[in-house]
């Protein structure tokens, strides 16, 4: 199972970035996945979640109405869109599923919000 994340990069606050989260190994079709993000000096936190329908999503409160979760079963990749983006969202962002009673996690990819 490996999961790879992209798409991060600098933005200015109000910018967007897509990220992506390739996996490979397993079929993502039948798995709950999640984004999440790690500042310096703090926790890893939950950013968002998809079930594998993807008919139900969730956000953290500090996200809601900036970004969106999604879905590409056929592809095999999960994204988030990110809108809106402001300093505090500055992280390195991780890629997570549970896999046969196994978490796994992607290696990250930075995101920088900055002028």
């Known amino acids: 199972v490996q999961l790879v994340e992209s798409g991060g990069g600098l933005v200015q606050p109000g910018g967007s970035l897509r990220l992506s989260c390739a996996a490979s190994?397993?079929?993502?079709?039948?798995?709950?996945m999640s984004w999440h993000r790690q500042a310096p000096g703090k926790e890893r936190e939950l950013v968002a979640s998809?079930?594998?329908?993807?008919?139900?999503?969730n956000y953290a409160e500090s996200v809601k109405g900036r970004f969106t979760i999604s879905r590409d079963n056929n592809k095999n990749t999960v994204y988030l869109q990110m809108d809106s983006l402001k300093p505090e969202d500055t992280a390195k962002y991780y890629c997570n599923t549970r896999y046969k009673q196994r978490d796994y996690w992607g290696q990250g990819t930075q995101v920088t919000v900055s002028s």
């Open positions: 998809i079930i594998s329908t993807g008919f139900r999503k």
């Open positions: 190994g397993f079929t993502i079709s039948s798995y709950e």
